[in-house]
């Protein structure tokens, strides 16, 4: 298992605490959230939820990290509901970038992205459900590379879209989680969700090892992965 990975993870998980910590407690959070959040979305019933909807699919199709919008999710609504609307908005962000490269963009990320658009490919050729939601339960990895090579490579679109939501949804639920405002000690909480990041990590990282089965996803991924077995392999030979 690559600790350099789940560190990697980690560091993300940090990141999104922050802003949390940003968000709350300075000025600029605060005018954030009476901008957006507070104005037009919280307490709107079922007009905030749709603005949110759009608001976090846009972002997450253009590259956002999910991971923020999950906790403004888990902000703006609470534990459950934000956790379902953030699943929601990142699975539309990712159907609205797949059909982007698709339609419109094919021979543009084919021409910037080509080593990474046959690589895809080839991983998610055999078992495009199962092979894609390998790659959500990674704790690092760009969401946006990923749907516009899935959008130019031949997988289907809706094994894919189905293996990105069931994939979505540990880091949905923990981010959700972290951001809400369920009667928990703030320390706690985090707490927990740093747990629980790190385990649906260590669980990605796992199947991905397991059950990829030969196939490259992401050269620098795979040599992260493989570096433990091949320090060992070396020092036997020694």
């Not at 976090?56 to 379902?84: D, E, H, N, S």
């Not at 658009?117 to 990895?141: E, Q």
């Amino acid at each position: 298992m690559s600790l350099r990975l789940v560190l990697k993870g980690l560091v993300l998980f940090a990141s999104v605490v922050a802003l949390g910590i940003v968000l709350k407690a300075t000025e600029i959070g605060t005018a954030f959230d009476k901008a957006w959040i507070d104005s037009a979305v919280r307490g709107k019933g079922m007009t905030g939820e749709i603005v949110f909807l759009a608001v976090g699919a846009l972002f997450t199709g253009l590259g956002l990290p999910r991971q923020v919008i999950c906790f403004l999710a888990g902000y703006a609504f609470g534990f459950m509901v934000g956790a379902g609307l953030a699943l929601v908005a990142t699975v539309a962000g990712c159907a609205c970038t797949f059909a982007y490269a698709r339609l419109l963009g094919r021979d543009v990320v084919a021409a910037r992205f080509p080593a990474r658009v046959k690589r895809v490919d080839d991983f998610l050729s055999d078992n495009p459900l199962a092979m894609t939601l390998l790659i959500r339960f990674l704790p690092v990895g760009s969401n946006l590379i990923t749907n516009l090579a899935a959008g130019v490579s031949r997988v289907s679109a809706l094994p894919f879209l189905v293996g990105s939501a069931i994939g979505y949804v540990p880091q949905t639920v923990i981010f959700a989680l972290l951001g809400s405002g369920v009667t928990v000690d703030p320390a706690l909480r985090i707490g927990l969700s740093a747990v629980l990041f790190a385990s649906s990590g260590i669980l990605g990282v796992y199947l991905y090892r397991r059950f990829r089965h030969g196939h490259t996803f992401d050269d620098d991924l795979d040599r992260e992965l493989d570096a433990p077995s091949a320090t060992v392999s070396r020092e036997r030979r020694l």
